[in-house]
Nanobody, 115 residues
Framework: QVQLVESGGGLVQAGGSLRLSCAASGSILRLNVMGWYRQAPGKQRELVAT???????NYADFVKGRFAISRDNAKNTLYLQMNSLKPEDTGVYYC?????????WGQGTQVTVSS
């Protein structure tokens, strides 16, 4: 069982920055892939970025060059640095982890970008 707890969301003006954190229970070294997803009101949850156990990263086109995903294995924590935020980045951001065939989700953290 893996528990994921996100933090770092909030209200920010367009052009601003936020850093999201996802603290995992236990070592994240055993997790095959970790990532961030988001869900805007009335829309489906979508992939934002992923990072594998060997630190290979993947980004959705709409965040490339603005967001950076990273992991600190010593702290069992996943991060998402978000820069140049836009109003369309508003939504609930969820931390995700995959371990073998199992998928785990955090409870989400709200990000609101005002214009």
């Amino acid at each position: 069982q893996v528990q994921l707890v996100e933090s770092g969301g909030g209200l920010v003006q367009a052009g601003g920055s936020l850093r999201l954190s996802c603290a995992a229970s236990g070592s994240i070294l055993r997790l095959n892939v970790m990532g961030w997803y988001r869900q805007a009101p009335g829309k489906q949850r979508e992939l934002v970025a992923t990072i594998t156990s060997d630190s290979s990263t993947n980004y959705a086109d709409f965040v490339k060059g603005r967001f950076a995903i990273s992991r600190d294995n010593a702290k069992n924590t996943l991060y998402l640095q978000m820069n140049s935020l836009k109003p369309e980045d508003t939504g609930v951001y969820y931390c995700h982890a995959k371990y073998s065939i199992l998928n785990y989700w955090g409870q989400g953290t709200q990000v609101t970008v005002s214009s």
